[in-house]
């Protein structure tokens, strides 16, 4: 293998070591348990992008508690009570997201990258579910450590 | 388009996209009053934006009931239809409307209300007469 081949490689690995890699959402979505009564849920997910940002890995704030980490083609959901609620990323710049949830209810909250001045940015987006449902599809529980 | 030159357009781009302004919020002279009833369907599509340029098409066809009034009009949301505005941040938001016309956002989290920049005249069909 020539130098810039193995060059290419290293790139591609390293670009994709850093995208979830557990079962897919398609294949573990039957055996979500149904969103409990009183309860609403919220799913996050960060589209694969090719492996774009794969480095960029910020915390997910729901009102300030950490409930996970936007990992590229990666998805994770919570249920929480009827309110209102803000999500936040631990990125550089602090963009948010405002939301109201009703009981029994399901949002999903897309994780979109988007580059900065030094470094990429997550922006947590509302999204209909619609439009949600074939993007989370194509996504993966984030790997186990 | 030289490496120089590449540069600079990059550089101008990645700051522009880490200022968008902040989505103008007012307070409203009194809580929002829960209300129901009254619901409409959009005749036509219709295109409206904010101070901060962000912009929004409401669906034609889209149901819209009543959630509440405020001073500013009346509130409506949907389930038809998703609506946020953006700025530096992203809020959720309900359409407010006086005389048939969309003059902003109910925020429902802030409980504020953002206007639009311009005052549009809505096409509204009642639901019997959809159906």
């Known amino acids: 293998m020539n130098r810039l081949a193995a060059l290419s490689v290293s790139a591609v690995v390293f670009v994709m070591s850093g995208c979830a890699s557990g079962p897919g959402f398609k294949s573990v979505s039957a055996s979500f348990p149904p969103v409990p009564a009183g309860s609403a849920r919220i799913f996050f997910y960060r589209n694969a992008n090719m492996g774009m940002g794969g480095a960029v890995q910020p915390g997910v704030n729901l009102n300030g508690e950490k409930i996970g980490n936007a990992v590229p083609g990666g998805f994770f959901y919570v249920d929480r009570p009827p309110g209102d609620y803000q999500v936040t990323t631990t990125t550089e710049l602090k963009k948010s997201l405002t939301f109201h949830v009703d009981a029994g209810q399901v949002r999903y909250v897309r994780l979109g990258l988007s580059m900065g001045l030094m470094v990429g940015h997550i922006n947590p987006e509302l999204v209909e579910a619609q439009q949600a449902q074939p993007e989370i599809e194509k996504t993966k529980s984030p790997k186990k450590s | ?131």
């Open chain 2, 1 to 131: 388009m030289d490496l120089k030159l590449t540069s600079i357009v990059l550089l101008i781009i990645s700051v522009l996209s880490g200022c968008a302004l902040p989505v103008h919020q007012m307070d409203l002279s009194a809580p929002l009053a829960p209300a129901s009833g009254r619901p409409f369907v959009l005749a036509e599509d219709v295109h409206c934006s904010i101070s901060t340029g962000y912009q929004r098409t409401l669906r034609a066809g889209t149901h819209w009931d009543l959630f509440g009034t405020i001073d500013r009009g009346e509130v409506y949301r949907s389930q038809d239809q998703l609506l946020t505005v953006e700025g530096f941040n992203v809020h959720e938001a309900y359409l407010v409307i006086k005389n048939e016309s969309l003059v902003g956002f109910y925020l429902p989290v802030e409980k504020k209300f953002t206007p639009v920049s311009k005052v549009t005249r809505l096409q509204l069909t009642s639901h019997e007469e959809v159906q």
